[in-house]
């Protein structure tokens, strides 16, 4: 298949970057010798001003990113909230991520919970509480731009297609992908897409969300929180992500392999037409 990186894209894979994967000399099932790149994993310890908050473990591209989408996501630095500065120490292997106000992390960490997620994600108690009044926007989701977007971002060069074992995440609008992120874990992708539209200002409203990770409650309602209205990824759904994308109205489409997908809420979004017209 042959790859090529879209002129749309703002924040693309770099999978020549050398830091990022290792060589390594194995044998095949026929006992001959094989030489492959794999995907390296480091710790990142994230600091919320004097706090230190949490140890991930990342491929290490984008590390401030990631730290401010990690808080942002987590309710730990508001959308009100002056981020003052983010310092990384590639040595010391963390970020402090640092804000004009004092914030409550303390009370947060006190109900961390452990979810499904890949690296071991975390889920903070009250991240629920942030979608009770919260209202999506009603941007149409045509299925022309989904198969388009499938095509687009799978040919784009990538840590996936160099080494696998990785997880990706795209911000896409219509039918063009616009950043696209990677990382042993869907939550870390998640999150360095987040801290790379706050830091931005990229709006939400018109976007998509797509992810090669599992449909769960997190993925859910990180993408609800970040005010994107539609999450699409190729792999399945879990029962409780499908429940609070209902509650929230998220449009959330799964199993896109080639032309094929189910939606399993926020249909009304959806512009079958599109397929119609191509039959």
């Given at each position: 298949?042959?790859?090529?990186?879209?002129?749309?894209?703002?924040?693309?894979?770099?999978?020549?970057?050398?830091?990022?994967?290792?060589?390594?000399?194995?044998?095949?099932q026929?006992?001959?010798?094989?030489?492959?790149?794999?995907?390296?994993?480091?710790?990142?310890?994230?600091?919320?001003?004097?706090?230190?908050?949490?140890?991930?473990?990342?491929?290490?591209?984008?590390?401030?990113?990631?730290?401010?989408?990690?808080?942002?996501?987590?309710?730990?630095?508001?959308?009100?909230?002056?981020?003052?500065?983010?310092d990384y120490?590639?040595?010391?292997?963390?970020?402090?991520?640092?804000?004009?106000?004092?914030?409550?992390?303390?009370?947060?960490?006190?109900?961390?919970?452990?979810?499904?997620?890949?690296?071991?994600?975390?889920?903070?108690?009250?991240?629920?509480?942030?979608?009770?009044?919260?209202?999506?926007p009603?941007?149409?989701?045509?299925?022309?731009?989904l198969?388009?977007?499938?095509?687009?971002?799978n040919?784009?060069p990538s840590?996936?297609?160099?080494?696998?074992?990785?997880?990706?995440?795209?911000?896409?609008?219509?039918?063009?992908?616009?950043?696209?992120?990677?990382?042993?874990?869907?939550?870390?992708?998640?999150?360095?897409?987040?801290?790379?539209?706050?830091?931005?200002?990229?709006?939400?409203?018109?976007?998509?969300?797509?992810?090669?990770?599992r449909?769960?409650?997190?993925?859910?309602?990180?993408?609800?929180?970040?005010?994107?209205?539609?999450?699409?990824?190729?792999?399945?759904?879990?029962?409780w992500?499908?429940e609070?994308?209902?509650?929230?109205?998220?449009?959330?489409?799964?199993?896109?392999?080639?032309?094929?997908?189910?939606?399993?809420?926020?249909?009304?979004?959806?512009?079958?037409?599109?397929?119609?017209?191509?039959?």
């Open positions: 298949m042959s790859t090529q990186t879209p002129a749309s894209l703002r924040v693309a894979p770099d999978p020549e970057a050398s830091r990022l994967t290792r060589a390594v000399t194995g044998r095949d026929t006992g001959a010798p094989v030489d492959l790149r794999v995907v390296e994993e480091r710790p990142l310890t994230i600091y919320l001003n004097s706090r230190e908050i949490v140890t991930a473990m990342t491929i290490g591209d984008h590390p401030e990113w990631l730290a401010l989408g990690f808080l942002v996501n987590q309710g730990m630095v508001r959308t009100s909230d002056d981020v003052t500065g983010i120490d590639e040595e010391l292997e963390t970020v402090i991520v640092r804000t004009a106000r004092e914030t409550d992390h303390e009370a947060k960490l006190a109900r961390a919970t452990r979810t499904s997620g890949c690296a071991v994600g975390t889920v903070f108690g009250d991240m629920m509480e942030g979608l009770e009044d919260l209202t999506l009603a941007t149409p989701v045509r299925v022309a731009d198969r388009a977007l499938s095509q687009a971002i040919r784009t840590l996936y297609l160099a080494a696998g074992a990785i997880h990706g995440t795209c911000l896409c609008q219509g039918p063009d992908p616009l950043a696209y992120f990677e990382d042993v874990g869907r939550h870390n992708a998640v999150d360095k897409l987040a801290g790379w539209m706050r830091q931005e200002g990229v709006d939400p409203s018109d976007k998509t969300l797509y992810t090669t990770g449909l769960t409650s997190e993925m859910v309602i990180k993408c609800a929180l970040m005010g994107i209205p539609a999450l699409v990824s190729r792999s399945g759904f879990t029962a992500g499908v609070i994308a209902r509650q929230v109205g998220l449009t959330v489409i799964g199993r896109m392999k080639g032309e094929r997908f189910v939606c399993l809420s926020g249909e009304t979004r959806v512009v079958w037409e599109d397929a119609d017209a191509e039959t």
